[in-house]
């Protein structure tokens, strides 16, 4: 395998209705832990990743992006059960709300020593965006954070994968030093930190399967689906994309 690993995740828990496919059950997510222990993986954070040189190790990066309360009640626990790091990516305007992280408890993980980064202010769109409002969702974000943290916030992903050049130049603006996208692939050494490639882990994802992505197998496969549904959000537009992407996963 010639590359990193930088795996996505979402909520660990219960999901809720058919569509909640961003879900992995507790179960399953210890599963994943105990398979990367056992294969002997360095199993990191974004920052420690992008500073520090490859070892004799395979390495995997675990990412949270949303901010969800299971990040401190169930992730953080497990996380540090198996002495693994990982970076959690918050939206700072969702703090509070029903199911997400409060600020204190945003502060309790930070101070447990897993890396916080920002997910945008509001968790926009941000390719539907431009010029203020851009720079409120990116630049305010990480203002707001540290302000909640009183420690810098180094890292960036965008909501629901959406990015161009405009959100590249406002990250990189902003002074985040790095970027992880939607996009499939793994990362190398010379691969452009604001464009980090990621593996979205849903809760269907059997441990074969799981075992495979972390060796870097069936990656073609994901990267013609989301050409796919890319291609999809192009035609539609953000919204009706979502519309219809709903009204298929309830009907599935």
């Known amino acids: ?58 390495r995997i990066v675990i990412t949270f992006d949303g901010g969800y309360e299971s990040d401190l009640a169930v992730a953080a626990p497990l996380l540090l059960d198996h002495g693994f790091t990982a970076t959690f990516y918050v939206v700072p305007e969702l703090l509070g709300r029903r199911g997400q992280l409060t600020e204190h408890a945003l502060a309790e993980l930070a101070g447990l020593g897993f890396e916080i980064g920002s997910h945008s202010l509001t968790h926009a769109y941000l390719n539907d965006l431009d010029g203020p409002a851009l720079d409120r969702e990116i630049a305010g974000s990480r203002a707001r954070l540290e302000e909640i943290l009183g420690r810098r916030v180094r890292h960036f992903s965008c909501p629901g994968g959406r990015c161009n050049r ?8 902003a ?3 790095s970027l992880a996208t939607s996009q499939v692939g793994l990362n190398r050494q010379t691969t452009d930190p ?21 060796r870097g197998f069936g990656l073609a496969e994901r990267r013609m689906r989301q050409m796919v549904l890319s291609a999809a959000k192009s035609v539609l537009g953000n919204g009706r994309y979502d519309r219809v992407r709903r009204t298929i996963l309830k009907g599935s």
Do not use: W
Not at 31 to 38: F, I, P, S, T, V
Not at 166 to 173: I, K, L, P, S, T
Not at 194 to 213: C, K, M, P, W
């Open 1 to 58: 395998m010639s590359g990193i690993p930088y795996l996505l995740y979402h909520r660990v828990g219960t999901p809720e209705t058919r569509e909640d496919r961003c879900t992995v059950t507790h179960g399953a997510f210890r599963a994943h832990l105990n398979y990367l222990q056992l294969c002997g993986y360095d199993v990191t954070c974004v920052g420690k990743a992008l500073g520090r040189p490859m070892s004799m190790r395979p």
């Open 166 to 173: 405009a959100v590249v130049e406002a990250v990189q603006r």
């Open 175 to 177: 002074g985040y030093e």
């Open 194 to 214: 604001f464009g980090l490639r990621r593996l979205a882990i849903q809760n269907e994802l059997s441990l074969d399967a799981f075992a495979g992505l972390c």
